[in-house]
């Protein structure tokens, strides 16, 4: 039997490679300016486009889908061309795959700052876009397996089981997340509602975490570090109990994103368990990258793609002990909703995301350009910039969380709130805010910098568009001896690895969705709560439009401090009409559950107008246009009939009427507002989202009130 030739191809990677360093330079940017405006709310230009609401979202889009997303796609075309020895399926399906990619991240950059957006955090992209995703990732699939199908080497490598996990869970993920009912070209509502919602929202946002920005990369891992420290990996009994121990565990930690909350208590318990158990797999998979590198301590010292992995791995480490600490319901009581989780995911996305990305890139480039790398010690000085980036960011992140969460529990000796107004600790925390923009624009300085590095490597050398190689075809499946363990016998089928993966995350999947999805009496109804009226459901979208789930959580936790500031604690059949739920994961500002009546309609007006006029200090961004800009009622009578659809009890043929009683209400808020001598019409958005805001938390009267500003 003779060798075949055939060639890699190089050229899907070095696009996928050019798009990650252009993406992360953008993505990272918008993350700085989204930063700044934290201290400095003029920072978004006094532009509705830019505002904090709007551009946070398409920041975690752009360093998640875009940056690490096409990092991903390009460690993934290199490494499986060369494990599975052959060329990529098809040249057709990958250019499909990086062109399709591109075009679903542009609409991101066009869609969410213009306010089109779910809501749902790291899945904000509407229903046409999610559609374009499916078939993208379809695609992708279709390539990979297609690969694998016509490899010329047997086993499968521990790298490709992480990628078959990848694509399968990712899928799943995106599918049942996805579930929302179409209000027009660019505006659905999700199937689920309130706590049914906040579950698939939180199963899929902590495992997109898990599926998305780990396995994948764990698999790149495996196949970079050993190359780049020409060692094998340290064990691959290790690797095995590694990757089936991750990817059952990981799928069942969502919860632990919900505790306090109105999620049944069983469902929070099964997440803090389960989170728990993660650290075991997570620290395996740390220890098997960092042993491989034993003895090769030397040449750690010497060579910085080998630097950047080992502090990759270490916040690796660090992220995945601290996560399911964060789990606990001591420390969660403390930590969420404050700067302490943005601490914890960028240490995640900027050690462990970024610098493994670096290391991949400065290692890859030379080599499909048959080079060497233009400036080690413009690689070096990235680094360590890099390293001190990280620090600057995280530290005062930390630091934030507990000045915030402890200054808001904290009680006086006679058991009143020592600090009843939420806007005191935000102002606290202004300085810390201000180290972490520093952090920020030093870590994207390294990253220019490794993009011009890059590109001078790329100009002395020449791409390698089609790398040629050979190896002896695949052996025939009856020549090939049956010896071996259970595992290496099912590494040599990948259909059958494949549904095995799925089985063993669709296990945790539907023991937690189910029950909360299908029986309801899981999530008791309350007589009191009624659906909104047309405009309240108007100004509800100009809400989620705006992005104020960003900055404002909407459920009061069980805890003494949040009763005493904000009033009674959330019940679940309060949320049962709410597609989608909007309990938000950050109090950038204070919570609004109860926020209805606390306030006249006037002292709205004025705070949306100018929020420093009724809050000194208020870091809150002006929201003038909604003072200006008509509402849009042409899209009432559907909003109310794809409600219905969803089971929300308006009556028959309500969507008829709707708008008579949108006007109706209107002008009553505009009345009301003109007694405080604010002329503005009924048709402008500020009365919609001024009802909105009058209603909530009214349909269960508070026990107690408080100054919230």
């Given at each position: 039997?003779?060798?075949?030739?055939?060639?890699?191809d190089?050229?899907?990677?070095?696009?996928?490679?050019?798009?990650?360093?252009?993406?992360?330079?953008?993505?990272?940017?918008?993350?700085?300016?989204?930063?700044?405006?934290?201290?400095h709310?003029?920072?978004n230009m006094?532009?509705?486009f830019t505002?904090?609401?709007?551009?946070?979202?398409?920041?975690?889009?752009?360093?998640?889908?875009?940056?690490?997303?096409?990092?991903?796609?390009?460690?993934?075309?290199?490494?499986?061309?060369?494990?599975?020895?052959?060329?990529?399926?098809?040249?057709?399906?990958?250019?499909?795959?990086?062109?399709?990619?591109?075009?679903?991240?542009?609409?991101?950059?066009?869609?969410?700052?213009?306010?089109?957006?779910?809501?749902?955090?790291?899945?904000?992209?509407?229903?046409?876009?999610?559609?374009?995703?499916?078939?993208i990732?379809?695609?992708?699939?279709?390539?990979?397996?297609?690969?694998?199908?016509?490899?010329?080497?047997?086993?499968?490598?521990?790298a490709?089981?992480?990628?078959?996990?990848?694509?399968?869970?990712?899928?799943?993920?995106?599918?049942?997340?996805?579930?929302?009912?179409?209000?027009?070209?660019f505006?659905?509502?999700?199937?689920?509602?309130?706590?049914?919602?906040?579950?698939?929202?939180?199963?899929?946002?902590?495992?997109?975490?898990?599926f998305?920005?780990t396995?994948?990369?764990?698999?790149?891992?495996?196949?970079f570090?050993?190359?780049?420290?020409?060692?094998?990996?340290?064990?691959?009994?290790?690797?095995?109990?590694?990757?089936?121990?991750?990817?059952?565990?990981?799928i069942?930690?969502?919860?632990?994103?919900?505790?306090?909350?109105?999620?049944?208590?069983?469902a929070q318990?099964?997440?803090v368990?389960?989170?728990?158990?993660?650290?075991?797999?997570?620290?395996?998979?740390?220890?098997?990258?960092?042993?491989?590198l034993?003895?090769?301590?030397?040449?750690?010292?010497?060579?910085?793609?080998?630097?950047?992995?080992?502090?990759?791995?270490?916040?690796?480490?660090?992220?995945?002990?601290?996560?399911?600490m964060?789990?606990?319901?001591?420390?969660?009581?403390?930590?969420?909703?404050?700067d302490?989780?943005i601490?914890?995911v960028?240490?995640g996305?900027?050690?462990?995301?970024?610098?493994?990305?670096?290391?991949?890139?400065?290692?890859?480039?030379?080599?499909?350009?048959?080079?060497e790398?233009?400036?080690?010690?413009?690689?070096?000085?990235?680094?360590?910039?890099?390293?001190?980036?990280?620090?600057?960011?995280?530290?005062?992140?930390?630091?934030?969380?507990?000045?915030?969460?402890?200054?808001?529990?904290?009680?006086?000796?006679?058991?009143?709130?020592?600090?009843?107004?939420?806007?005191?600790?935000?102002?606290?925390?202004?300085?810390?805010?201000v180290?972490?923009?520093?952090?920020?624009?030093?870590?994207?300085?390294?990253?220019?910098?490794?993009?011009?590095?890059?590109?001078?490597?790329?100009?002395?050398?020449?791409?390698?568009?089609?790398?040629?190689?050979?190896?002896?075809?695949?052996?025939?499946?009856?020549?090939?001896?049956?010896?071996?363990s259970?595992?290496?016998?099912?590494?040599?089928?990948?259909?059958?690895?494949m549904?095995?993966?799925?089985?063993?995350?669709?296990?945790?999947?539907?023991?937690?969705?189910?029950?909360?999805?299908?029986i309801?009496?899981?999530?008791?109804?309350?007589?009191?709560?009624?659906?909104?009226?047309p405009?309240?459901?108007?100004?509800?979208d100009?809400?989620?439009?705006?992005?104020?789930?960003?900055?404002?959580?909407?459920?009061v936790?069980?805890?003494?401090?949040?009763?005493?500031?904000?009033?009674?604690?959330?019940?679940?059949?309060?949320?049962?009409?709410?597609?989608?739920?909007?309990?938000?994961?950050?109090?950038?500002?204070?919570?609004?559950?109860?926020?209805?009546?606390?306030y006249?309609?006037?002292?709205?007006?004025?705070?949306?107008?100018d929020?420093?006029?009724?809050?000194?200090?208020?870091?809150?961004?002006?929201?003038?246009?909604?003072?200006?800009?008509?509402?849009?009622?042409?899209?009432?009578?559907?909003?109310?009939?794809?409600?219905?659809?969803?089971?929300?009890?308006?009556a028959?043929?309500?969507?008829?009427?709707?708008?008579?009683?949108?006007?109706?209400?209107?002008?009553e808020?505009?009345?009301?507002?003109?007694?405080?001598?604010?002329?503005?019409?009924?048709?402008?958005?500020?009365?919609?989202?001024?009802?909105?805001?009058?209603?909530?938390?009214?349909?269960?009267?508070?026990?107690?009130?408080?100054?919230?500003?």
């Open positions: 039997m003779q060798p075949e030739k055939f060639y890699y190089n050229k899907i990677v070095r696009n996928f490679g050019i798009a990650t360093v252009i993406w992360g330079i953008i993505g990272m940017t918008v993350g700085l300016i989204a930063a700044i405006q934290l201290y709310p003029g920072a006094h532009n509705q505002t904090f609401g709007r551009i946070r979202p398409l920041h975690t889009n752009a360093v998640i889908f875009a940056f690490v997303g096409n990092a991903i796609f390009m460690g993934v075309y290199y490494s499986l061309q060369r494990l599975l020895k052959a060329r990529m399926f098809s040249d057709w399906l990958s250019n499909i795959h990086f062109w399709g990619w591109q075009l679903i991240i542009l609409s991101a950059v066009i869609t969410l700052p213009l306010g089109l957006t779910t809501s749902h955090e790291y899945a904000e992209l509407e229903w046409p876009i999610d559609i374009a995703i499916t078939v990732w379809v695609v992708f699939g279709w390539n990979m397996f297609g690969t694998i199908i016509k490899r010329r080497e047997r086993h499968l490598y521990v490709i089981w992480f990628y078959i996990a990848t694509f399968v869970t990712i899928a799943v993920l995106h599918i049942v997340n996805s579930f929302e009912l179409p209000v027009s070209a505006k659905s509502y999700m199937v689920y509602a309130g706590v049914q919602d906040a579950l698939v929202q939180w199963w899929y946002g902590h495992n997109a975490v898990a998305f920005l396995t994948p990369y764990l698999g790149m891992m495996y196949y570090l050993p190359k780049m420290a020409n060692r094998p990996i340290y064990s691959y009994k290790l690797s095995i109990l590694h990757f089936w121990a991750l990817i059952f565990i990981y069942w930690a969502g919860p632990h994103h919900l505790l306090y909350t109105t999620l049944p208590g069983w318990s099964l997440g368990a389960f989170s728990i158990m993660l650290l075991a797999p997570s620290w395996g998979g740390m220890i098997n990258g960092l042993l491989t034993r003895g090769a301590w030397d040449k750690v010292r010497d060579d910085v793609v080998l630097k950047f992995m080992v502090v990759g791995l270490t916040g690796y480490g660090m992220a995945t002990f601290e996560g399911p964060l789990s606990l319901k001591q420390i969660n009581s403390i930590a969420h909703f404050s302490w989780i601490a914890h960028h240490v996305a900027l050690a462990w995301n970024g610098f493994l990305t670096f290391a991949i890139l400065y290692w890859l480039i030379p080599r499909i350009y048959k080079t790398l233009y400036s080690k010690k413009l690689a070096a000085f990235h680094f360590w910039i890099g390293t001190l980036g990280i620090i600057f960011y995280a530290v005062p992140m930390y630091w934030a969380g507990f000045t915030q969460s402890l200054m808001l529990k904290e009680f006086t000796a006679e058991g009143m709130l020592k600090y009843p107004n939420f806007l005191e600790t935000t102002l606290r925390i202004i300085p810390m805010h180290m972490r923009s520093i952090g920020g624009s030093i870590y994207l300085l390294g990253v220019i910098v490794m993009a011009f590095n890059l590109v001078k490597t790329a100009k002395q050398g020449s791409l390698v568009a089609d790398e040629a190689a050979q190896a002896m075809p695949l052996e025939p499946v009856a020549t090939v001896a049956k010896e071996g259970w595992h290496r016998r099912l590494e040599r089928r990948p259909i059958q690895f549904v095995l993966s799925l089985v063993v995350i669709l296990i945790g999947s539907m023991i937690e969705l189910m029950p909360t999805l299908t309801s009496s899981n999530i008791p109804t309350i007589a009191s709560v009624k659906p909104y009226t405009l309240e459901l108007q100004g509800r100009i809400y989620i439009r705006e992005g104020c789930s960003n900055c404002h959580s909407q459920t936790r069980p805890f003494r401090s949040e009763t005493e500031r904000y009033g009674e604690y959330s019940k679940a059949g309060e949320f049962v009409y709410d597609h989608p739920f909007l309990w938000g994961s950050k109090r950038t500002g204070p919570d609004l559950a109860r926020e209805g009546g606390k006249g309609n006037a002292w709205h007006y004025n705070h949306l107008m929020p420093r006029l009724m809050s000194p200090g208020s870091i809150m961004p002006e929201y003038g246009w909604l003072l200006t800009q008509k509402l849009d009622t042409s899209t009432t009578a559907a909003k109310i009939r794809a409600m219905r659809t969803l089971g929300v009890p308006y028959k043929g309500y969507d008829q009427q709707a708008n008579a009683d949108l006007e109706k209400q209107a002008k808020i505009s009345d009301n507002l003109y007694i405080d001598h604010i002329k503005v019409k009924k048709d402008k958005e500020i009365v919609a989202i001024i009802a909105y805001l009058q209603r909530l938390g009214t349909d269960i009267k508070a026990n107690k009130t408080a100054n919230n500003n």
